[in-house]
């Protein structure tokens, strides 16, 4: 332990954020990094803990806490405050793939089961792993290493998100052939289209991209399966085959007014925004676009909040961001102890935005869509939206509507931000996969193997919609068993 008191004589502190009213003129990230001092400072804070929860990737009270990377967070504190980048850099990447994407989008569950954050303020793991990888490809630490022999067996990964993108990086190392297949014209999947450009820059996806290439992953863009290649060809040509192709299907409304024009799924909206950004920095016009539009966006979480700052950017006249459920205590509830994930209210950047262009906050709690309302050409006009509240019905809480509480918003442009239900049904039907009672592919209890003999599924595929960090366990984790299933042993970790 480095500094055994830091945790007594360091206040936290995080990189600082440009102003709402200045970032919300570009698209590019705006958090710059603290000085070299103040991070070693940062890392000092970390308690060194004898029982470290804040990588145990533990589940309490139905959600998981800690990271399921198990990284080894007290050890590259240790180094960070220590000055000792290098040796950070390999700690780090022993457990995670990719720091880059993780300290930029990760909520970071490893910090709401930091011990320091029991009575004061937690240590900033996710910057402190940031400022690790960036430092390592600044200093030239990060190249192309290509495995020095290969196996000479040949894995197909479908899908090119967090979870592809692991099990393509583990088993390339481990020297098999990988080739990667994505049916979009950009290698990333959620990374480069899920994930608004403000939120993570597309220059680091492609960095990582470009460095699996050079050594030896291969990837095939604009490759849609049972269209450009058929899951037999895929079993025919390739020893095994992994497929990560996420939870797509998203959420939808069953509503009247439901066909009206200017309603969309939410990653339509940030995927046409992110790439015409890419293509032509907007300039071609063909993205979704909410300016001097009144929008509503169905859904609370971390996608809703991306549609909120994506339409001010946009230039878009009002937004507002429904919820069904009640709004969040602001701190830790008593039945919420520590190291239980917080279930507290959290202003995210896009919201930060909303009320300091509007005044204020987007957010409108316990509410529904009810109806959609168009013109006489079938254009979106208006939302008709009802009030709920919580109540008991055969032993569990559900939200009712109450009797007259309709009101109705001027909305031109509709977002549903609801979730999803589930991968789609191509891929798993070309293959004859079963589903879980989630609707996501089944595979063996404890295990990434399907039904089908040589095909596995990782990533939200499997367990549902889910963060990055857990994707990229889900990447690691079914590298390790096609790995033993090709070489009846395996030395990944």
């Keep these: 332990m480095g500094k055994p008191t830091g945790f007594l004589e360091y206040d936290r ?30 890392g000092g804070r970390c308690m ?20 399921p990377l198990h990284n080894l967070i007290p050890e590259w504190n240790d180094l960070v405050y220590h000055g000792n980048l290098g040796h950070a850099l390999k700690r780090l990447h022993k457990t995670n793939n990719f720091p880059e994407f993780t300290g930029r989008v990760c909520p970071a569950p490893c910090e ?45 990964v479908v899908g090119s998100g967090p979870a592809g993108l692991a099990a393509a990086d583990q088993l390339n190392r481990r020297g098999h052939r990988v080739t990667v297949f994505e049916r979009d014209d950009r290698v990333g999947g959620l990374l480069m289209y899920g994930i608004p450009n403000m939120k ?26 049972g269209v450009d290649v058929s ?17 797509k299907k998203a959420r939808d409304l069953d509503v009247p007014g439901r066909d009206a024009k200017g309603i969309y799924f939410a990653v339509d909206f940030l995927t046409s925004t992110t ?6 920095g907007l300039a071609e016009g063909t993205y979704l676009d909410a300016a001097g ?17 994506t339409s001010i950017r946009h230039g878009c006249r009002s937004v507002v961001q429904i919820e069904m459920m009640p709004k969040a205590p602001d701190t830790r509830a008593d039945n919420n102890p520590w190291p239980q994930w917080p279930r507290v209210c959290k202003t995210d950047y896009g919201q930060e935005e909303a009320i300091a262009v509007f005044g204020h906050d987007p957010r409108r709690y316990q509410m529904t869509i009810k109806e959609c309302k168009a ?19 055969n032993g569990r809480m559900s939200m009712v509507e109450v009797p007259g509480s309709e009101e109705e918003l001027p909305c031109q442009l509709l977002l549903i931000a609801a979730g999803f239900l589930g991968p789609e049904d191509d891929v798993p039907e070309a293959f004859g996969l079963d589903r879980d009672g989630r609707s996501n592919v089944a595979t063996v209890p404890g295990g990434y193997a399907t039904g089908v003999e040589k095909v596995f599924a990782a990533g939200d595929m499997r367990r549902g919609q889910s963060l990055v960090v857990w994707g990229i366990a889900e990447g690691r984790g079914v590298a390790k068993e096609v790995d033993e299933y090709l070489m009846e042993y395996t030395n990944l970790t």
């Design 13 to 42: 502190r995080s990189n600082p954020a440009e102003s709402p009213l200045e970032r919300i003129k570009h698209w590019n990230e705006f958090h710059p990094m603290l000085p070299e001092e103040e991070r070693r400072r940062q």
């Design 48 to 67: 060194e803990c004898g029982v470290p929860f804040c990588q145990s990737g533990v589940q309490l009270a139905g959600m998981f806490t800690g990271c």
């Design 112 to 156: 709401a089961a930091c011990t320091c954050g029991l009575n004061g303020d937690p240590v900033t793991v996710k910057e402190n792993e940031l400022a690790i990888v960036e430092e390592g490809y600044a200093a030239g630490d990060i190249r192309p290493c290509p495995p020095k022999v290969r196996t000479g067996k040949k894995v197909a």
């Design 200 to 225: 993570l820059q597309k220059e680091f996806v492609q960095r990582r991209v470009d460095l699996m290439s050079a050594e030896g992953v291969e990837f095939r863009t604009g490759c849609n399966m």
């Design 231 to 247: 899951a037999s060809q895929l079993l025919e040509d390739y020893d095994a085959v992994i497929l990560a192709c996420g939870a």
């Design 275 to 280: 790439r015409s950004l890419l293509d032509t």
């Design 293 to 309: 539009k009144d929008v509503i966006i169905v859904g609370g979480g971390d996608t809703g909040n991306d549609c909120v700052g």
């Design 375 to 393: 013109d006489g050409e079938g254009n979106l006009q208006s939302v008709v939206v009802v009030h709920l509240e919580p109540k008991m019905e």
